[in-house]
């Protein structure tokens, strides 16, 4: 059965990362007018110019046209991952428009909105990248700039999205463009948290003088790796072996009760970490 379903949990949790996207855009941004970047703060701006257009529909479409204009100015920059997130959160969008319509905020508490309005697109965008995907847009934007001027992505992406943001002082106002340029950079933080907290990951450094049952129980039960060598206790004089696991947070509670339960003198140090490279965790950057 897992077999059957792991090829199938990238588009999954893409799936949920798209919606949680487009939630956050559909019912808390766009009703407030914030433009926190992003094609979504491109929509709300000329939603509000062209009254005849809808914030959904102009974002629908212009993702629609980024996608095309990135695969002919970038090839295969513009991957298929992002074509489908890209592409599933501006028709969820819309989605939510014809179900749902909305004519005003949810609230009369803006800050509030602001608050939920970053979470759901931050935990959305975090999942997507953890996938290696993106909601495209100004993404696509940011590697066509830095293809053609000496700008990196990341200094290309928080220029067009700042750019976007100050635009909102012109259309909604003082107080809705501080609060867009306030969620401009909330996100950013939010993101990489978000991001560390998905990847996290333990890593023990176990002491021990029974090594061989500890070993067997880290291979057989948690079915994960383990690199031993000897080491030696200056105190007690005492030979012993140093063990090194890496492994996932839901395994560590139950890898400190088999350790101490084996050995109960043991000496364990557990450290966390995001960024682990190698069979079993991150294949690549």
Not at 70 to 83: D, V, Y
Request: charged fraction near 15%.
């Amino acid at each position: 059965m897992k077999s059957n379903t792991r090829p199938f949990l990238p588009f999954i949790w893409m799936t949920i990362g798209s919606t949680c996207v487009a939630a956050g855009v559909y019912f808390f941004i766009m009703p407030n007018g914030f433009a926190t970047g992003g094609v979504s703060g491109i929509s709300n701006i000329l939603g509000y110019l062209l009254p005849f257009l809808t914030p959904a529909s102009v974002l629908l479409t212009l993702n629609i046209l980024l996608l095309i204009l990135g695969f002919f100015i970038l090839g295969k920059e513009t991957s298929g991952k992002t074509a489908y997130c890209s592409l599933l959160y501006s028709f969820e969008t819309w989605v939510f428009e014809k179900l749902i319509p909305m004519s005003a905020p949810l609230t009369d508490q803006m800050l509030l909105e602001l608050i939920y309005a970053i979470s759901f697109t931050s935990v959305g965008a975090a999942i997507l990248f953890h996938t290696s995907a993106s909601s495209g847009g100004t993404d696509i934007i940011a590697l066509i700039l830095k293809k053609y001027t000496s700008l990196n992505v990341g200094k290309a992406l928080l220029f067009t999205d700042l750019l976007i943001a100050l635009s909102s002082f012109v259309v909604f106002g003082i107080r809705t463009g501080l609060y867009s340029v306030l969620g401009l950079f909330a996100k950013a933080f939010l993101v990489d948290s978000v991001i560390e907290s998905i990847n996290s990951c333990k890593y023990f450094t176990i002491i021990t003088e029974h090594p061989e049952e500890i070993t067997q129980y880290i291979m057989t039960t948690m079915k994960r790796g383990v690199t031993s060598h000897p080491a030696m206790g200056e105190y007690t004089h005492q030979p012993k072996t140093m063990l090194h696991t890496l492994c996932r947070r839901f395994q560590a509670t139950e890898l400190k009760k088999t350790v101490k339960r084996i050995d109960p003198n043991s000496f364990v140090i557990v450290t966390t970490t995001s960024e682990i490279l190698g069979r079993g965790f991150r294949k690549s950057l």
